[in-house]
């Protein structure tokens, strides 16, 4: 499945956000996930499906002013 | 003391967590600062990466509260979906709205911001906009909810200051119960000191600290001039006059004599 990941485009295998993570090795601990703009809570990563095409955003804390 | 959105916070400095020459010095500029909020953003991690991991203990050893922000949105979508995340990511129902409408002057979208903050507002987010200084679109934000208005001084990181005085001093008279605090374009203490004097409620800085010489000394210097401007402000300035008026007293002058 072909999906875009922070802007880049991947070849994947896994089909739910928190497999997603452990694929393109993740490791952090603190992340925000949007899917195709929406915002996807920690608690639903394990159930929430994945489809081709998808675009999804991997958010952590950083730097601001 | 200061509240925004009904909580109280101990200093008038609100400090930026950008661009200092390294994590150590950004933590004792901020120490030295006295602030407890602090801007933060959320980015792209890199697979593999833990930079937010790490920047997120630097900024919880500190003990202080963090304001997220929408830095770099130019849509409404944008900005609301950040604010989502950034919600999601921080635990707190605050954030800075930035709506961008020009990449070279990082001049607010004033109409997209009123939009956003509208939207988020209904979702319970406590929305600290950063504007202009124009009235209108202050009241306009207000009317969506907004209880703190956040109006620049002058473009972001530009250090001229206070560049449009009149319009911040009206926009103080004529939004007595709203949190003002001015944020962006700051360069030195005594613009932060006029800002208070004015009777802003607090400012909003990080480039002129983080790239001072010597950001945590200039941490310190800011610090001062805040509580400076708001106990001159409490004090009671008083109001300038066109001519001179002696300080020392007339009766009794020396060689003093009635005009004949």
Known sequence: ????????????????????????EFEGTHFAIAVNYDVVPKARWAETALADGDTVEILTPRQGG | MVAFYGDNFSSRLLIGTALYPSPAIMQQAIRASGADLVTVSVRRETAGGKTGDAFWSLIRELGVKVLPNTAGCHSVREAVTTAKLARELFGTPRIKLEVIADSETLQPDVIGLVEAAAVLIKDGFEVYPYCTEDLGVAQRLVDAGCRVIMPWAAPIGSARGITNREALKLLRQRLPDITLVVDAGLGAPSHAAEALELGYDAVLLNTAV????????????????????????????MTPRDFASPSTPVVGTPFWHAAS
């Open chain 1, 1 to 24: 499945m072909r999906v875009t990941v922070n802007g880049e485009q991947k070849e994947v295998a896994a089909t739910r956000i928190d497999a997603l993570l452990g694929e393109l």
């Open chain 2, 210 to 237: 983080a790239k001072a010489e010597d950001p945590v000394a200039m941490a310190k210097a800011f610090r001062m001039a805040v509580d400076a401007g708001r106990t001159a402000f409490e004090a009671g300035l």
